[in-house]
């Protein structure tokens, strides 16, 4: 098997974070009751509300994927459509799963930035209450994006109200919302419910834990029916427990912040060094965790020999590089002196 050197390819690739793995170890000791309803679920539950606010209600999931179509189904009927963009991850890398499972129609914008915008979604409303047409009942946004940019918080507030003012809902895949409300420098309440998103799809697995998401409900009523959703979706954990103390872990002690902003530092570094590097040009904004570059693709190929990471757009030679909370300025270093040694 191949050994590479510290990943620059995804946030994924990680390691859990020593925190949680401790606290894995410390309920690992004792039965507990099943599907959520010992006492370390509760704990957590509990923390989120403080987190995230008191009306706020959250489920605990395998994975993001099972975090968006699951939250999805629950906001929607089949004869609906989600709004979201062409480089959604709801749209491009989980294999048609919202359209299978909640059976509504994704309705993918293109964007220049990863970022929807009100005027977008207008052409698309002249179809309601046409019998023949899907739909929009959803706009979903990610924060922050699969282009490593960040809305701004009036660009979200502004969002929501729109879609809310043409009866339409909105969600937010979250899968990397630790970093972006550590980009603006905001808590999680304040990137989340205070933007008047109605649903979130929370994403612990890219900073920091071993495995396990959440979806949190900001509009009461849409969490009514979630649980019986949960199920029939296959992310209701017997042993919840697992779950719910790598949450409250990450959510206790600002460590959540902590990780999301070393990551973020190492992403800038990245990027400062990548300008200086003739040949290379960095192609989206660097304010969360992402570094997006054009090279040549013969020297992407041969940096590729010792370290792994993911083509974005081959026919552009656009490369993707994700840094981690466990990502050192060594690592950057070395991966910079790389690429200027795949470069000649």
């Excluded at 709004?83 to 220049?112: K, M, W, Y």
């Excluded at 207008?122 to 047409?133: D, E, I, S």
């Excluded at 919302?177 to 990137?191: D, E, R, T, V, Y």
Aim: contains cysteine; negative net charge; aromatic residues 10%.
């Amino acid at each position: 098997m191949k050994r590479y050197k510290r990943s620059f390819a995804s946030d994924n690739n990680s390691i859990v974070h020593p925190r949680v793995m401790e606290v894995l170890q410390k309920v690992n000791h004792t039965h507990e009751l099943s599907y959520g309803e010992d006492a370390y679920t509760q704990s957590a539950r509990k923390k989120f509300k403080e987190v995230f606010g008191r009306e706020s209600e959250v489920f605990f999931v395998f994975n993001g994927t099972g975090a968006n179509v699951t939250g999805l189904a629950a906001m929607t009927q089949p004869h609906q459509a989600v709004v979201c963009t062409e480089t959604a991850h709801i749209n491009v890398d989980e294999c048609g799963a919202v359209e299978r499972f909640a059976g509504c129609r994704l309705l993918p914008l293109q964007t220049s930035d990863g970022k929807l915008r009100p005027e977008q979604i207008q052409p698309l409303l002249h179809v309601l209450g046409v019998q023949h047409h899907s739909q929009p009942k959803v706009v979903s946004i990610t924060q922050s994006t699969e282009l490593g940019t960040v809305y701004s918080l009036e660009e979200v507030k502004r969002l929501a109200a729109y879609a809310h003012s043409k009866g339409m809902l909105v969600h937010m895949d979250g899968a990397r919302i630790c970093n972006a409300a550590a980009s603006l420098g905001i808590s999680l309440k304040a990137a989340t419910a205070d933007t008047g998103i109605d649903v979130l799809s929370f994403g612990g697995t890219k900073n920091g834990l071993m495995f396990g998401e959440a979806v949190v409900f900001f509009n009461r009523q849409l969490a009514d029916s979630y649980q019986y959703i949960r199920k029939q979706g296959t992310q209701l954990a017997s042993k919840m427990r697992y779950i719910a103390v790598q949450f409250e872990t990450l959510l206790s002690d600002q460590l959540w912040l902590e990780n999301a902003q070393k990551a973020n530092a190492m992403a800038a570094m990245l990027a400062e060094e990548a300008e200086r590097i003739p040949g290379v040009r960095i192609t989206q904004p660097v304010q969360a965790n992402g570094v997006f570059v054009s090279m040549p693709k013969a020297a992407a190929e041969r940096l590729m020999q010792e370290y792994f990471f993911y083509p974005w757009n081959e026919e552009q030679e656009e490369y993707r590089w994700m840094t981690s909370f466990d990502t050192e300025e060594q690592d950057v270093l070395e991966f910079a002196a790389a690429v200027r040694e795949a470069m000649r």
